[in-house]
């Protein structure tokens, strides 16, 4: 069974940036359509950007949610086992828990269709 740990989250100021880290317990990554989703205090938990399976149809497309497009920048490493979120530009909006989520041979990353769970890393963005 799949393992996700998510790591890197942290207190940083608005306009900073940070790096989430979401190791996996297997080496081919390519085989899963990975997420990142997030949590804010008081609100659903959100997609906020998804790499699919190399092996879908998808092909190892990116997407982002509208809110993070151009300030968050997704990747995989499968020699580390490890998708990377890259924030930017962060704003007190961004405040939440994020998660990483898998589904094996994935296209795309739905909120209730993904089949493995990290416990997730706080963010907080905050002067």
């Known amino acids: 069974q799949l393992q996700l740990v998510e790591s890197g989250g942290g207190l940083v100021q608005p306009g900073g940036s940070l790096r989430l880290s979401c190791a996996a317990s297997e080496f081919t990554l390519d085989y899963y359509a990975i997420g990142w989703f997030r949590q804010a205090p008081g609100k659903e938990r959100e997609g906020v950007s998804c790499i699919s399976s190399r092996f879908s149809s998808g092909g190892g497309s990116t997407n982002y949610a509208e809110s993070v497009k151009g300030r968050f920048t997704i990747s995989r490493d499968n020699a580390k086992s490890t998708v990377y979120l890259e924030m930017n530009s962060l704003k007190p909006e961004d405040t939440a828990v994020y998660y990483c989520?898998?589904?094996?041979?994935?296209?795309?990353?739905?909120?209730?269709?993904?089949?493995?769970w990290g416990k997730g890393t706080l963010v907080t963005v905050s002067s």
């Open positions: 989520a898998a589904k094996p041979y994935g296209d795309a990353c739905r909120l209730y269709g993904m089949d493995y």
